[in-house]
Nanobody, 130 residues
Framework: QLQLVESGGGLVQYGGSLRLSCAAS????????IGWFRQAPGKEREGVSC????????NYADSVKGRFTISRDNAKNTVYLQMNSLKPEDTAVYYC???????????????????????WGQGTQVTVSS
């Protein structure tokens, strides 16, 4: 069974940090681009960041640029999202997803749609208190 499992979410104060993990099972995630999305209550799911299969190319939504860093450890079949300087508006359920065909990141995370990605995790809650 092809699965992505997110972890690392939680409650953090304004200005704090969290590191999310996205672990793949049942397939080798190293072949695919991996994206992070988030969905706040009452809002549409939005693209946050993406990393290419090799890790050599990354992109970020304007709202998180300079604060979030995406990385991957292909030996561990895991992608990470380091989130610093967190704000209350970052509160959302965060999802990771694998893009199989094509295995490339969309040009901009803001333009990414759910249909561009093929394998999804169940999400992890991030709550930032003010």
């Amino acid at each position: 069974q092809l699965q992505l499992v997110e972890s690392g979410g939680g409650l953090v104060q304004y200005g704090g940090s969290l590191r999310l993990s996205c672990a793949a099972s049942g397939f080798t995630s190293a072949y695919y681009a991996i994206g992070w999305f988030r969905q706040a209550p009452g809002k549409e799911r939005e693209g946050v960041s993406c990393i290419s299969s090799s890790g050599g190319s990354t992109n970020y939504a304007d709202s998180v640029k300079g604060r979030f860093t995406i990385s991957r450890d292909n030996a561990k079949n895991t992608v990470y999202l380091q989130m610093n300087s967190l704000k209350p508006e970052d509160t959302a359920v965060y999802y990771c997803a694998a893009r199989v065909r094509p295995s490339l990141c969309p040009p901009r995370p803001e333009g990414a749609t759910s249909q561009m990605y093929n394998i999804w995790g169940q999400g992890t809650q991030v709550t930032v208190s003010s």
